[in-house]
């Protein structure tokens, strides 16, 4: 088995802390979740299940063909926009907002994501629909520390104002303060982000149920399957702490793996911490987007158990 050394040269870096006698092995970073199209195409997959599906994308979706007739009143100041999709999947967050746009304004769509198989899958969608422009250059397979780069680079004299969409609820598998800092400062003061976010809303105990499925399983594993493990050394459990989920695998008997000139060792009983994702109540949402943002717009669904917040720095 071929080891991935990007995940590998993360534990190295990372190393391991202590809870009580476990020792937990943090590599829970999402950029690590779509290295490869097998990876990519299992979240795919995984949005396609019944229950998260619903969930996750028909609420949101919904709720952008319900509302983006009043957001398009408040964001369109001319008669081009460009719209960035910050995590864009395979695109189908963005075809409600196009949908509307392209009755309105001549549009040019910018996909951006981490996994190349994602960008591909969402220029290949919106191409399809043949509205507006889509743009391929070198900034689409990005992360946030590029995104001011992009922005800019898409600005010219036909195209002034930049619409930063951000849904899914994305921004619960960062640190909210790290991602909101490069979003803020890629956007000037004509510019608005919609944000997509689930509000907590569930008891721990039903959070933590939803993500202890098969799907999650063969999702997630794929990031340990790449630095050797077999699926029998590990097993998946999901916990609520500190005000999020956490998904993680116990290594269940000594393992060694090598890669070039290094090791590491891991013990029966340790546990890979693979991905978090944080839960906030409104109250907390509104705090943390006016500190970055003077004027923001909150859209709800009917059990506000979704969000969509428009933002504008000035």
């Known amino acids: 088995m071929e ?69 398009s009143t408040k964001v369109l100041n001319g008669d081009t926009i460009n719209i960035i999709d910050i995590g864009c999947g395979d695109g189908k967050k963005a075809i409600p907002v196009i949908d509307l746009l392209n009755e309105k304004v001549k549009l040019r769509y910018c996909p951006i994501d981490i996994s190349r198989h994602m960008v591909s899958r969402a220029i290949e969608k919106i191409k399809a629909l043949h509205k507006g422009e889509v743009v391929e250059f070198r900034w689409n397979i990005s992360d946030f520390d590029n995104l001011e780069n992009v922005a800019s680079l898409l ?12 849904l899914g609820s994305t921004i619960s598998n960062f640190e909210f303060n790290e991602v909101m800092y490069e979003v803020a400062e890629a956007m000037s003061n004509t510019d608005y982000l919609l944000m997509g976010v689930a509000l907590n809303t569930s008891t721990p105990d039903e959070i933590v149920k939803s993500y202890t499925t098969s799907k999650v399983d063969k999702f997630l594993y794929l990031m340990l399957k790449q630095i050797g493990f077999e699926r029998d050394d590990v097993e998946m459990g999901v916990r609520f702490k500190n005000s999020r989920v956490e998904v993680f695998y116990t290594v269940k008997k000594d393992r060694k793996i090598d890669f070039g000139d290094k090791s590491l060792y891991f013990q029966k009983g340790d546990q890979i911490l693979v991905a978090v994702s944080y839960r906030y109540n409104e109250a907390e949402l509104r705090t943390m987007l006016k500190f970055y943002f003077k004027t923001v717009k909150f859209y709800f669904n009917d059990n506000k158990t979704w969000a969509l917040g428009l933002c504008k720095k000035m």
Not at 56 to 62: P, R, S
Not at 157 to 162: K, L, S, V
């Open 3 to 71: 080891i991935n050394d990007l995940i590998f040269k993360e534990l190295i870096k990372r190393g391991y802390s202590l809870e009580g006698n476990t020792r937990v092995w943090n590599i829970a970073d999402s950029k690590l979740w779509y290295l490869t199209p097998e990876q990519a195409q299992a979240y795919l997959d995984l949005e396609n299940v019944k229950d998260y599906n619903n969930k996750m994308f028909d609420t949101e979706i919904g709720m952008l063909k319900q509302f983006m007739p009043q957001i």
């Open 155 to 166: 600005i010219d004299e036909e195209f002034r104002q930049n619409f930063l969409l951000f």
